[in-house]
């Protein structure tokens, strides 16, 4: 969970188990997406998930922009005065499901990773090192920092040291 908050340069924080008091804005979102936009369109026969998309765009549209009833504005304008300036572009690489495990640098400056081994600095020998390991590449970590990053496949091992 880490690796993917610090992938897209965010945090999670879930809400605390059996105290319902703290998901009461969600439910009431939800709720109003029910009456605004499901109640609406719930005797309409639809062929496909495009058509109900696009039956469902105008609607949301329609709740969006219409103004709280205790606050000023609305959804569209408290999103572009609060949200939208602290939104950051995602990433150029999609987010790879990783596996860690925890390894150990060898005297004769090797990690064994899988049953392969990569090399790894003279000075972390006897140290305890994390492996990151996902389908295009293995990663060599020391306190969180990358050592070395090789390539996952069979054909090219290539290993490149920083």
Known sequence: MLD???????????????????????????????????????????????????????????????????????????????????LLPLPLQRYEMAHFKTVKAHIDYHVEVEGHRYSVPHALVGQVLEARITPGAIEILHRGQRLASMCATVDAAVSVLF
């Open 4 to 86: 993917f908050e610090r992938h897209y340069g965010t945090s999670i924080l879930p809400a605390r188990p059996y105290h319902p008091q703290d998901k009461a804005k969600v439910e009431s979102a939800v709720q109003i997406v029910e009456r605004w936009i499901m109640a609406r369109l719930r005797h309409q026969p639809f062929a496909s998930v495009h058509e109900v998309n696009n039956a469902i765009m105008p609607l949301l549209k329609q709740l969006n922009e219409r103004p709280f009833q205790k606050l000023p504005g609305s959804r569209v304008s408290t999103f572009e005065a609060l949200d939208a300036p602290a």
